[in-house]
């Protein structure tokens, strides 16, 4: 009963977190992002076991730099003629690499390369959502906070029709608890959820927002299963103990970082 209250405690500070910087202001949610991206990165070295407290900290420094230039751009603080400085950015783990006698390159490369692609990246195109002149009609905090719901309500009703129906299981070498039942239902149910949402909000059409939550929704899974590979191959049950209850940064995020840039192209594409 303890452990359980300190879950739902965990869990309702972190969707406060979450939507509050949502709707507050893009700088809101670009700081806490900013917090997700330095700690997540951490959860990723530590994962791949790279144990230099010095080639930690360098890390962590250049994917938060990373992380700021490109946010920077997104928000229109800075043109996007300074996006052209990330090269040499994406440049600079292989030379940390080259120059230590002790770290696995092979390790250490993932470990950077991961946390700019399945941290940076996602994170500065959810900035990019407040952009009208990219995303158009779409644009805007309801858009970012779509997206978290539809997560959240997939793995609720996905949680739901595996304990029900679950008999075949989804992948099991990798996460032996998902099952092909409770996915397709959790897919389904959402869709219903979905609709039902559209009958009321009149922003988004019925057949955008289907193939949106079934973007969101089919990527966010194949994400989390892509983190439990890593955390299975570490020998973890959680990327971190950040919050009590519900394991590290990567295990909160991986769903919605995963699906952010097949959602941005989606939009795009409309």
Known sequence: ?????IRTLSGAVYVCLVIGSILLSPYA???LLLFVVAVGTF????L????SRIFRSLVVL???SCYLLAAMVALNVLSMRWLMLEMPLAMLPSLFALFSKHTNYQSFAASCYGALFFLVLPSVLMLSLYRQDWIGAYSGSKMIVLVFLLIWVNDSFAYLSGRLLGRHKLFERISPGKTIEGSLGGLLLTLV???IYCHYASWMPLPVALGLTVVVVLFGTLGDLCESMLKRQAGVKDSGKLMPGHGGILDRFDSVFFAMPFLFAYLLLL
């Open 1 to 5: 009963m303890r452990e359980l209250g």
């Open 29 to 31: 949610l670009a700081l």
């Open 43 to 46: 959860e990723m070295l530590r």
């Open 48 to 51: 791949q076991a790279v144990n």
């Open 62 to 64: 250049w994917s938060v």
């Open 193 to 195: 959820a979905v609709g």
